[in-house]
Each structure stands twice: as structure tokens, then as C-alpha cells.
């Protein structure tokens, strides 16, 4: 079945570590996204990416490092940078400017990774 | 302004009631959208999709008022398994922002 993968489910991170989460997607979507969301608060932009080798800055994009070397894959490092990295981090997928068509083409998830601080 | 504001809640609900969410947006450039529910500690589900017509999907209807900058989602006969938080979200830049409101908690109560 056609969908998106993250991994870990779970992770701890220790102070002063970098952690690295892994996401892929195998429905042939150019754009792809990261969120965080802190408990009972609304989802977050943390970067987004429209195509291979390229990637933009959201909202709270600080602490935060992407790559976007293949379409199916956009892993998300958390750098020691960011103080308070707990959080559920959520990454998504859609058709992107390229292939847009006009409308109904949503955004699907993975089903997150929750990060905790040892 | 936010982007997309939504009716703050909690709804809580009987089984059988109909209830009703509101979602208003500040970009007149939007182009599509969209009602994503969200179970707690899980990720977003899409809904269904807004169109400017109206529709529906069995017990639930969406409807666009452009002029407005309005989305509207209607549950009728609650059930149970209604219970979540729902999520209005608005796409504009030919694909490529996706904004999300803050969401409204329903709770269907026995």
C-alpha cells in the first residue's frame, strides 16, 4: 500500500545529542513537510520541501536540519541547538506546485515519531 | 489575525446530536480545502475536502462560502467515535502552504 513511513515511533534523545528522524514516502509526491506539535496545541511548520535538493524554512525552523536528497525520503535532525525538542513531530506529503491541479489534493501523514528528552 | 481561526471549543455532545464547526480564513488567494480529524497522540486524518458547491459524505457536509472566507462542517447523529479533534486547513499558493487552524475537540457523550 501506497503511504508514508516514520521512524522512529519513539526516541530519546540526551542532552547535547543530535537525533535524526526518518521519513519516506512511496506515493510519488514532490512536496513534503515537517510539523511538531506540543500537547494539546496545533500543528507547527518546521520545513517543507517542494523538490529533490531543495527544502524552505518554516516557522520554527530553528534548531532544526533537513536534507531532501532522494523524492521518497526528507529526514528531520533535531540539533542540540534545540532546548526543548519534546514534542510529537509529524511529517507529511502532498502533490506539490508540480503536479497541482487545482484543488482536492491534501496532505496525508505518517503517524509521527514522539521525541522525549532522557 | 491568525490564518485560520476556528470555533476554540470543547464541544461536548450527546450521541444522536447534530453539531456544527466553523472555520474562517484571512487569505482571499485560498484555493482548496479541507476537514482533517485527529484522534488523540495520533497523526491527522483527511476528512473530506471542501468544495465550493457544498458536500457531503454520509453523516458529515462541508460547505465553502468563499465571499465569507467561511468553512462550515456538519455531523449529524453523532456517534461515539466522533469524538476527536477536528482540523480545518486551507491551501493557497498553487499547493504549496498548507495552514492549519488550532483545531476544535469534540467529545460525543453517551
Known amino acids: 500500500d501506497g503511504g508514508i513511513t516514520q521512524s522512529p515511533k519513539y526516541l530519546f534523545r540526551k542532552e547535547g545529542q543530535n537525533v535524526t528522524l526518518s521519513c519516506e514516502q512511496n506515493?510519488?509526491?514532490?512536496?513534503m513537510y515537517w510539523y511538531r506539535q506540543d500537547p494539546g496545541q496545533g500543528l507547527r511548520l518546521i520545513y517543507y520541501?517542494?523538490?529533490?535538493?531543495?527544502?524552505q524554512k518554516g516557522d520554527i525552523a530553528e534548531g532544526y536540519s533537513v536534507s531532501r536528497e532522494k523524492k521518497e525520503s526528507f529526514p528531520l535532525t533535531v540539533t542540540s541547538a534545540q532546548k526543548n525538542p519534546t514534542a510529537f513531530y509529524l511529517c507529511?506529503?502532498?502533490?506539490?506546485?508540480?503536479?497541482?491541479?487545482?484543488?482536492?489534493?491534501?496532505?496525508?501523514f505518517g503517524d509521527g515519531t514522539r521525541l522525549s528528552i532522557l | 489575525r491568525k490564518e485560520v481561526e476556528q470555533d476554540p471549543g470543547p464541544f461536548n455532545v450527546p450521541e444522536g446530536a447534530t453539531v456544527a464547526f466553523n472555520c474562517t480564513y484571512s487569505?482571499?488567494?485560498?484555493?482548496?480545502f479541507f476537514w482533517y480529524r485527529q484522534d488523540c497522540r495520533k497523526e491527522p486524518k483527511l476528512l473530506m475536502s471542501v468544495y465550493s458547491s457544498g458536500n457531503e459524505d454520509g453523516r458529515f457536509t462541508a460547505q465553502l462560502n468563499r465571499a465569507s472566507q467561511y468553512i462550515s462542517l456538519l455531523i449529524r447523529d453523532s456517534k461515539l467515535s466522533d469524538s476527536a479533534t477536528y482540523l480545518c486547513?486551507?491551501?493557497?499558493?498553487?499547493?504549496?502552504?498548507?495552514?492549519f487552524g488550532p483545531g476544535t475537540r469534540l467529545s460525543v457523550l453517551p
Open positions: 507529511a506529503s502532498s502533490i506539490g506546485v508540480i503536479g497541482w491541479q487545482g484543488k482536492d489534493q491534501p496532505q496525508h
Open positions: 486547513v486551507v491551501n493557497f499558493d498553487y499547493g504549496q502552504n498548507f495552514v
Open positions: 506515493l510519488n509526491h514532490d512536496a
Open positions: 487569505n482571499s488567494a485560498s484555493q482548496s
Open positions: 520541501s517542494q523538490i529533490v535538493n531543495d527544502f
